[in-house]
């Protein structure tokens, strides 16, 4: 089977709507797969939906290695885009390539992603420069929550949208492939798609992105501690779990599980209890 390419988002530009969704594990992403959505981004976004914390901060390197090749051994179709977590890319070009170079050798991975526009330029041009595709991500960057005071949108401003919409094009220059748009207006989203002549994936960005993303635990409801706007639930995972939990731990307290149809049989002959003395 023949699996998702850069030229792929490249050639459905204006063409096909892409599909994207969140995996970290084996399991989720053969889910995925086998349902035919077109890219897989193992997110740092694990670090909430996962590991529990209230942001994406204390994902690291590692982190983010094992999952990607966990991601990677359950597709056959999807592309896998692996996040570089939090000041992972930071400091300098070098320490961004090598890096970049630990999620595609070791994870598996077919494509990075970076947060941020002309600041980080120059580790863009290194990676690409080491044959790393790179997915640009652009407007509410969590890695930045500090900074920008929380998951806020970004670019209702004029000067802020024209900020956003000139670092668009600087990674689109550099040589991006694709850029998500995070948590900005419907209006600049709709014309940073017209501007690029690569795709844009939106994330609470309006229909009129090239392509969407969710977080699958979101859009599965599976996780509940916060629901954004933008996130529409095709199912509620996380209550049907439950359910199935809470009947679980009754059937066992009433000792209606297990079954004999659960059960194993031994020899029909009765056991010397002498047998069984260690």
């Known amino acids: 089977m023949k699996r998702y390419s850069?030229?792929?988002?490249?050639?459905?530009?204006?063409?096909?709507?892409?599909?994207?969704?969140?995996?970290?594990?084996?399991?989720?992403a053969k889910l995925l797969d086998q349902s035919g959505i077109d890219a897989i981004l193992v997110g740092d976004s694990l670090g909430m939906v996962l590991q529990g914390f209230n942001n994406t901060l204390s994902v690291t390197m590692d982190h983010m290695v094992y999952h990607t090749a966990s991601v990677v051994r359950g597709t056959q179709h999807a592309m896998v885009i692996s996040d570089m977590p939090f000041m992972s890319y930071h400091l300098s070009p070098r320490e961004a390539v090598a890096n970049a170079g630990r999620l595609i050798q070791e994870g598996g991975a077919n494509a990075v992603k970076l947060e941020g526009g002309r600041d980080i330029l120059p580790q863009i041009k290194g990676i690409l420069k080491a044959q790393i595709p790179v997915m640009g991500h652009l407007g509410l960057t969590p890695q930045s929550i500090n900074q920008l005071g929380g998951f806020k949108v970004q670019g209702r401003l004029p000067k802020e949208a024209r900020e956003i919409l000139h670092d668009a094009q600087l990674l689109e220059s550099a040589g991006v492939f694709a850029i998500v748009l995070e948590g900005i207006p419907e209006n600049l989203a709709h014309l940073i798609s017209q501007e690029l002549h690569i795709p844009t994936i939106g994330i609470g960005a309006s229909v009129h992105c090239d392509g969407q993303i969710l977080v699958s635990h979101d859009m599965l409801g599976m996780y509940g501690e916060c629901s954004p706007k933008f996130v529409k639930r095709y199912a509620h995972l996380g209550e049907m779990i439950q359910t199935a939990v809470k009947n679980y731990v009754d059937d066992v307290h009433q000792q209606i599980f297990p079954e004999t149809v659960h059960t194993y049989k031994g020899q029909k002959e009765a056991l010397d209890t002498s047998e069984l003395e260690v």
Do not use: N
Not at 8 to 13: E, G, L, P, R
Not at 18 to 23: N, P, R
């Open 6 to 28: 850069v030229l792929d988002f490249k050639s459905a530009k204006g063409q096909q709507k892409i599909t994207l969704l969140t995996a970290y594990d084996y399991t989720m």
